[in-house]
C-alpha cells in the first residue's frame, strides 16, 4: 500500500505565505536601521584655538607729501606813466587825404610798351591729332576723317608717281621702300616735304608728287589750330 501524505503537512501549499512574511521582515528591517539614531563622538577637552593671533599685522601709517609747486615770478611793474597837463600841447599827426579834384592835375608815370612774343606752335604728330586735318571731299566723325585722309593721300600718290621710273634706274631687282614725310600748316598748307628713296630721282619725285597735294583744312588741339605732321611709307616692286 502506498503512504499517502497529508496535505495539510504539504509546505508548497504555504510558500506565497513565507514570501510575505520575509518581505515584511525586510521591510521591518531596514525602517528599524533607518530610524536609528546616532551621535557624535565627543572628545576631551583640547583647549580653544586662536586663529586671529596670525591675522592681525601692524600696517604703518604713511602720510603723503604733496609736491610743492614753484610759484610764479611776479608780475613786471608797470611802465612809467606820464601825465600830461592840460595847457601842454600835444602834436597832432595829420593824415592826408588820397582823393583828387577833378580840376586838379594827376601826374602819371609813363606806360611803355611791350611786345608780345608770339607763342610758338609745335607741330603735332597725325596719330594723336585730336582733330586731323581734313581733305577735300572727306566727311564722317574723326576716326572716319583719319582714315578718309590716309586713303586720299595715298590714292593721289598713286594717281601721280612716276611707276616706270624705278625701272628706267636700273635698279636692282626687289623690294624697295620709300620714306615720305610732310607738314599741314595752321592755314592748311603742305610745306616741309621731306622724302628718303634709293635714288636721288626717286626722291625728287616723291617730292614732286606731295607739291601737288590740295590745300587741306588745318588740323586742332583743345580748340586751336596747330601744325601736323604726316608720314607714310611706299613699298616699290623693281623687275
Request: net charge negative; proline share 8%.
Amino acid at each position: 500500500m502506498e503512504t499517502k501524505k497529508n496535505p495539510k503537512s504539504n509546505l508548497e501549499n504555504y510558500s506565497k505565505l513565507f514570501v510575505q512574511l520575509g518581505l515584511v521582515l525586510a521591510l521591518f528591517v531596514t525602517y528599524v536601521v533607518i530610524e536609528k539614531k546616532t551621535f557624535d563622538r565627543q572628545f576631551g577637552d583640547l583647549g580653544i584655538a586662536v586663529m586671529n593671533a596670525d591675522l592681525e599685522e601692524e600696517i604703518p601709517i604713511t602720510e603723503r607729501i604733496e609736491p610743492e609747486i614753484p610759484k610764479a615770478p611776479p608780475p613786471p611793474a608797470p611802465e612809467k606813466i606820464e601825465v600830461v597837463e592840460d595847457e601842454k600841447e600835444v602834436e597832432e599827426t595829420i593824415i592826408e587825404t588820397t582823393e583828387t579834384d577833378e580840376t586838379e592835375a594827376v601826374e602819371v608815370e609813363e606806360i611803355e610798351e611791350v611786345e608780345e612774343e608770339e607763342e610758338v606752335v609745335e607741330d603735332v604728330p597725325f596719330t594723336i591729332i585730336e582733330q586731323a586735318p581734313i581733305f577735300p571731299g572727306c566727311r564722317g566723325d574723326k576716326e572716319e576723317l583719319k582714315k578718309c585722309f590716309s586713303k586720299k593721300v595715298q590714292k593721289h600718290y598713286s594717281r601721280k608717281f612716276n611707276s616706270d621710273l624705278p625701272n628706267e634706274l636700273g635698279l636692282s631687282p626687289g623690294k624697295k621702300r620709300l620714306y615720305m614725310q610732310f607738314l599741314i600748316d595752321v592755314d592748311g598748307n603742305i610745306t616741309e616735304i621731306k622724302a628718303r628713296a634709293p635714288h636721288p630721282r626717286l626722291q625728287k619725285e616723291v617730292i614732286r608728287v606731295l607739291k601737288l597735294l590740295p590745300k587741306m583744312k588745318p588740323g586742332q588741339q583743345r580748340g586751336r589750330k596747330v601744325p601736323v605732321r604726316y608720314s607714310f611709307r611706299v613699298r616699290l616692286d623693281v623687275e
